[in-house]
Structure formats: C-alpha cells, structure tokens
C-alpha cells in the first residue's frame, strides 16, 4: 500500500463516513492497527431461513492508501480475507459463512484496480471476498455487485451491502462494474 497522502483529506472523510454508514447498518465498528496504519473494521452477523438457515459473519476492512495498483489491492484482499477467516471462519461450512469487503481508499487508483474489483468475487471454502477500490480524487468505485455462482443465495444481501457502505464518491461518477 502507499502512503497515507490524501488530497485535502477526502481519503480519510470517506473512511469516516464509511464507519458512520456501517454503524448506521447495525455494525460493530472499530479501528485497528495493521503495522502502523489505522484500518477500518466493521462486523455484523445475519441469519436468514431462505439462506438454507445459515449464518452470514460479514466484514468490511478499509484502509487509506495514497496510490491503488491492482497487486496492493490483491494483497490486501487477501490479508483481509485471511483475518476474517481467523476471526469468525472457524465453523465455515457448518451453517456457517464469512463474508469480506476489503477497501482499499485512495486519491490515485489504477483503472486496472477498479477493473480487477469490479470482476468477480473470490472465494474460498465456506467464505467470500468482494475487494473494493475507491478513488476518491475521480469518484468512482470498483467492486464486484453480480450474482456468483458459488454463493448465490448471499449475492442480493452483499449486493444491498456493498450500495449501503460504498457509494459513489461523487455523484456523477462512473462505478467498475463486470
């Protein structure tokens, strides 16, 4: 990840205003620190009959970044995906899935970040990941908003999720979709 730059601290407004939203939506939220930089982590957990009585653990990590390439992105998707496992994945499978929105904030995102978070959704055994990317100098947002294969029943839920906590960051700004 780069440095924390942000051009007139919209970076860290949309951070806030993402904590406020996830809190608005029933969330814990908190922030901690991952090696010097202050992440955004937002928890709830729903249950739903109509998802084959399972139990949905979602959480959205969002850290600052000055610059986004697609391989920072990459790699914190998976670092989020890998503490959301430790966290609440451990009866995955068992009536049981994790779900992660790692967002990566910045003033300078490379179009092929919004591209590959845009694409499709990662999955692993019994959990999900739906990188977002957010530029915040251009107002657009890169994150994946379809129906997958693997986890169908969850993709309305992630979809009003991810429209509830990640907006556009302009109005008038493109959204990455497939």
């Known amino acids: 990840m780069g440095g924390i730059v942000t ?9 806030q205003a993402t ?3 996830l ?11 991952w090696h010097g930089t202050p992440v955004l982590v937002g928890y709830r957990a729903d249950f739903r009959l109509r998802w084959m009585a399972t139990k949905l653990h979602l959480l959205t990590v969002v850290a600052p ?3 986004v390439t697609q391989g ?3 790699t914190f998707t998976n670092t989020a995906f890998d503490y959301a496992q430790a966290q609440k994945g451990q009866f995955r499978g ?21 591209a590959w978070a845009g694409r499709r959704q990662l999955v692993r055994f019994g959990s999900v990941a739906r990188p977002v990317a957010v530029d915040v100098t251009a107002g657009a947002v890169g994150c ?5 294969a693997l986890g169908f029943v969850y993709s309305g839920h992630l979809r009003r999720k ?3 906590y990640f907006p556009q960051a302009a109005a008038d700004a493109p959204t990455a979709r497939p």
């Not at 809190?23 to 620190?33: N, S």
């Not at 899935?97 to 490379?110: E, M, S």
């Not at 994946?144 to 997958?148: E, H, I, L, S, W």
């Open 65 to 67: 970044a000055a610059a």
């Open 72 to 74: 920072d992105l990459e």
């Open 7 to 15: 051009a007139g601290g919209a970076v860290e407004a949309y951070i």
């Open 94 to 114: 068992l009536q049981s899935g994790v779900a992660v929105f790692p967002g990566l904030v910045g003033t300078h995102v490379d179009p092929a970040a919004l």
């Open 162 to 164: 991810l429209d509830a």
């Open 23 to 33: 809190a608005a939506d029933g969330c814990e939220v908190r922030t901690e620190d």
């Open 19 to 21: 904590a406020a939203r």
């Open 144 to 148: 994946f908003r379809g129906t997958a």
